[in-house]
């Protein structure tokens, strides 16, 4: 099993920007593939973006062009950069890692981080 930690979430305006960071405890997430999700209050969680090890990203059409999703392989570590944010970005963001590399649905995740809050106001 591997421990995963998120960090940067915070509070930002409309058309601001963060970067979450997701980082392994203990056990390297190497070569799983790693996501972001993200749940709103009173909504279903949702799938933001993946990165496979080899680098290849798949994104959410909600966050196409506004969000980029990275890994630095040596560092253990997973970045979501978040531009240009709306308030419908409002939402407690969770990384993931999961050994099928295509995985897109939360069901074939077996490790989760416990989540930050991302809060965008108007």
């Known amino acids: 099993q591997v421990e995963l930690v998120e960090s940067g979430g915070g509070l930002v305006q409309a058309g601001g920007s963060l970067r979450l960071s997701c980082s392994s405890s203990?056990?390297?997430?190497?070569?799983?593939?790693v996501a972001w999700f993200r749940q709103a209050l009173g909504k279903e969680r949702e799938f933001v973006a993946s990165?496979?090890?080899?680098?290849?990203?798949v994104y959410a059409d909600s966050v196409k062009g506004r969000f980029t999703i990275s890994r630095d392989n040596a560092k253990d570590t997973v970045y979501l950069q978040m531009n240009s944010l709306k308030l419908d970005d409002t939402a407690v963001y969770y990384c993931a890692a999961t050994r099928i590399p295509t995985a897109v649905s939360d069901y074939h995740y077996e490790d989760w981080g416990q989540g930050t809050q991302v809060t965008v106001s108007s």
């Open positions: 990165v496979r090890y080899s680098g290849i990203t």
């Open positions: 203990g056990r390297t997430f190497n070569p799983y593939t």
